[in-house]
C-alpha cells in the first residue's frame, strides 16, 4: 500500500533534549512537508521541501530543524529552542510543489510529541 | 494575508440529519480549495478537492461547494451518521502565499445515535 508513515506515535522527552520525528513515504512524490497542530488551531507549516537536498522554512520555523537527503525521507528534529514543543506533528507530501498551480496533499498519521 | 475561518466550531445532530459545514476565506486568489476529515489523535483524511475553475464536487453522502468570488465553500453531509462524528478541516491554496496551504481551525461533528 502507497502512503506516508510517522513514527513513533507517541514521543516524551524531558525538557532541554533534541528528539527526531520520522516521515517516509512510498508514493513518489517530491514533495514533502511538516505541520505543527495545536489544540484548536488551524496546521501551521514549520518546513518543506520541494525536491531532494533542498527545503524551506515555512511560518513558523524557528526551534526547529530537517533534511532531505532521500526522496522518501524527511525527518524533522525538534531543538531545545523549541519554547513549545508539546503537539501534534503531522507530515504531508505530495507530487510536486509549485507557487504558481494546483496540488493535492496526503497526509501521514501524526506524531503527539510531549516534552515536560 | 490569507485566513481561513470555519463557523461553527463545534456542532452536534441526530442521526439522519443533513448538515451544512462552512468555510470562508479572505483573498479569493486561490488554486483549490480541500475539505479534511480528522478522527481524534489521527492524521487528516482528503475528502474532496475543488480547483478554483470548479463550483463543486461530489463524492458519495458529501458535496462540497465553492464560491471563489464571495470567499466561501460549503461541505454538505447528507443523511449523518454516527460514523461521521469527527473534525472537518478546509483549507485553501493560496496563491498570494507562495502557494501554501493556509488551513481553517476545523468544525468539530458530533453525530448522535
Known amino acids: 500500500d502507497g502512503g506516508i508513515t510517522q513514527s513513533p506515535k507517541y514521543l516524551f522527552r524531558k525538557e532541554g533534549q533534541n528528539v527526531t520525528l520520522s516521515c517516509e513515504q512510498n508514493?513518489?512524490?517530491?514533495?514533502m512537508y511538516w505541520y505543527r497542530q495545536d489544540p484548536g488551531q488551524g496546521l501551521r507549516l514549520i518546513y518543506y521541501?520541494?525536491?531532494?537536498?533542498?527545503?524551506q522554512k515555512g511560518d513558523i520555523a524557528e526551534g526547529y530543524s530537517v533534511s532531505r537527503e532521500k526522496k522518501e525521507s524527511f525527518p524533522l528534529t525538534v531543538t531545545s529552542a523549541q519554547k513549545n514543543p508539546t503537539a501534534f506533528y503531522l507530515c504531508?507530501?505530495?507530487?510536486?510543489?509549485?507557487?504558481?498551480?494546483?496540488?493535492?496533499?496526503?497526509f501521514g498519521p501524526g506524531t503527539r510529541l510531549t516534552v515536560t | 494575508k490569507q485566513e481561513v475561518t470555519q463557523i461553527p466550531a463545534a456542532l452536534s445532530v441526530p442521526e439522519g440529519e443533513n448538515l451544512v459545514l462552512n468555510c470562508s476565506f479572505t483573498?479569493?486568489?486561490?488554486?483549490?480549495l480541500q475539505w479534511f476529515r480528522q478522527d481524534p489523535g489521527k492524521g487528516l483524511t482528503s475528502l474532496l478537492l475543488?480547483?478554483?475553475?470548479?463550483r463543486e464536487q461530489t463524492s458519495g453522502r458529501l458535496n462540497a461547494s465553492l464560491d471563489k468570488s464571495s470567499g466561501r465553500s460549503t461541505l454538505y453531509i447528507a443523511a449523518s451518521q454516527p460514523g461521521d462524528s469527527a473534525t472537518y478541516l478546509c483549507?485553501?491554496?493560496?496563491?498570494?502565499?507562495?502557494?501554501?496551504?493556509?488551513f481553517g481551525q476545523g468544525t468539530e461533528l458530533s453525530v448522535k445515535p
Open positions: 504531508a507530501s505530495s507530487i510536486d510543489f509549485s507557487s504558481d498551480k494546483s496540488y493535492e496533499q496526503y
Open positions: 508514493l513518489n512524490h517530491d514533495a
Open positions: 521541501s520541494q525536491i531532494v537536498n533542498d527545503f
Open positions: 483573498d479569493s486568489a486561490i488554486y483549490n
Open positions: 475543488i480547483q478554483s475553475s470548479q
Open positions: 483549507a485553501v491554496q493560496s496563491y498570494n502565499q507562495g502557494g501554501k496551504l493556509i
